[in-house]
Structure formats: structure tokens, C-alpha cells
């Protein structure tokens, strides 16, 4: 009986739902270009469309944490807005290669980066250089 009514109080416990406000959600997405890269036309940039959040949303979800030293210089310095007024700057790095992976690193912990995959560095790619 005991056993019961403690599997019921830790369902119970699980299935709160959070508050609505403590959801949040992504608002803008701002690109400042941070040095000209000689191959690739490079200027700042804003995106606040659903699609193109959408986009970098995929693209940062599924980068994969990279081992080992990084030796980089960033296109990008990136600072995603949310809905709840904060912020988070990144690093990004794309290149015109559309066979290489691209790089994404916090810029709170610069020692570590993540790897896009080339399918969502390419639609990165595509969503920048239509603009």
C-alpha cells in the first residue's frame, strides 16, 4: 500500500506542467559580421521570421560537441534574442565550402565548439546569401 501511494505521489510530481511564462522561445536572430572573409560576402544580418528561427534552431540543436583544441576565427559573432528578454552570443563559422561542416561556439566557453552538420550549414548558407 505504501508503495502505491508513493508511485502515485512521484507521477503526480512528474506531471506537473510548468508555467506558461517559463516556456521561451527564440525572437531574433542577429549575425554581425566579424571580418571579411576575401571568398564570401559578409554583412550584418536579422532574422526574426518563424522559418529562418526555425532554421538556426535545427541547425544549433543537432551540432555536435567537437574534442579537442579549436583554432578558429569566426564569420560571425551571433546573438540570439529570446522571449524572455535574455540573450546568448555565439561564434559562427560557415565558410563557402558546401562540403564542410560548420563550427558553432559559445562565446562563455570558447575553448568549446560544436559541429553543424553540412546539410544544416548549407541551409544556413542558403538563408544568409538570399539576403
Same mark, same amino acid.
Given at each position: ?23 521561451? !522561445? %527564440?525572437?531574433?536572430? =542577429?549575425?554581425?559580421? *566579424? /571580418? ?9 544580418? #536579422?532574422?526574426?521570421?518563424?522559418? !529562418? %528561427?526555425?532554421?538556426? =534552431?535545427?541547425?544549433? *540543436? /543537432? ?9 578558429? #576565427? ?5 546573438? %540570439? ?51
Amino acid at each position: 500500500m505504501v508503495a502505491i501511494v508513493l508511485v502515485l505521489m512521484f507521477i503526480t510530481g512528474c506531471t506537473k506542467s510548468e508555467p506558461k511564462d517559463a516556456i521561451t !522561445s %527564440i525572437t531574433s536572430i =542577429e549575425l554581425e559580421c *566579424n /571580418t571579411p572573409i576575401s571568398e564570401v560576402k559578409c554583412e550584418n544580418q #536579422s532574422f526574426n521570421d518563424e522559418e !529562418s %528561427i526555425k532554421i538556426f =534552431e535545427e541547425a544549433i *540543436n /543537432t551540432a555536435v560537441e567537437m574534442l579537442g583544441q579549436l583554432d578558429y #576565427s569566426a564569420e560571425y559573432n551571433m546573438t %540570439i534574442s529570446y522571449s524572455n528578454n535574455a540573450t546568448k552570443n555565439y561564434d559562427l563559422s560557415l565558410r563557402s565550402d558546401r562540403t564542410m561542416k560548420g563550427l558553432l561556439v559559445d562565446q562563455g566557453n570558447t575553448s568549446q565548439g560544436y559541429e553543424i552538420s553540412v546539410d544544416h550549414a548549407n541551409k544556413l548558407r542558403d538563408l544568409i546569401s538570399k539576403r
